[in-house]
């Protein structure tokens, strides 16, 4: 019957054939590389169809990118409170809303603030040197892309990438004001 001998040489077996699969997968993988350049690429450009009839989009889609951004444009700052109070919990590692500093700037009233402009908080020197103030533009791609949109600022944090999302933490921040 069994014993113990034989219950290891079957799960040896078992594990070097997987192991013998997995090796076999990464080596094919390599040989026989499927890339960027073949039709229907990730990434590649594709001209495509509109809703006119025999119509095309040009190459750079400039018609539609201007009208997503009047879009977001229009829209920004009229997004849910509620839903971007949720969202904000990632921010609640590092920033408070009670005028306090934390490892980042309180953020209570940021919404047509200076930027850099918390009293008794260290800012960097790219951020002190960017200026202006926290329109709800400027917030929008800031919280797209901290290091993007501020290069060399403290912030670690890698962005909020759906617009819906940054939409509704400015509203919840706007509605603190």
Not at 17 to 44: K, M, N, Q, R, T
Not at 54 to 70: I, Q, S, T, V
Not at 146 to 175: H, W
Request: hydrophobic share 40%; aromatic share 6%; charged share 25%.
């Amino acid at each position: 019957m069994f014993n113990t001998m034989n219950i290891t040489k079957v799960a040896g077996s078992v594990l070097g054939a997987f192991l013998f699969l997995l090796l076999a997968a990464w080596v094919s993988g390599s040989l026989y590389h499927i890339g960027g350049d073949a039709h229907g690429a990730e990434g590649a450009e594709h001209a495509m169809m509109t809703d006119k009839p025999g119509g095309l989009l040009d190459e750079g889609g400039a018609e539609e990118e201007a009208a997503a951004e009047e879009e977001v444009a229009l829209v920004l700052g009229e997004g849910d409170a509620a839903k971007g109070e949720k969202v904000f919990g990632k921010c609640k590692a590092c920033h408070k809303l009670d005028g306090s500093n934390a490892t980042g700037p309180h953020l209570d009233g940021v919404v047509n603030r200076a930027v850099a402009g918390v009293e008794g908080f260290g800012y960097s020197d790219a951020m002190i040197a960017h200026g202006g103030e926290w329109t709800l533009e400027r917030l929008d791609a800031y919280l797209a892309s901290p290091k993007d949109d501020v290069p060399g600022n403290k912030m670690s944090f890698a962005g909020l990438k759906k617009a819906e999302d940054r939409n509704d933490v400015i509203t919840y921040l706007q509605s603190l004001q």
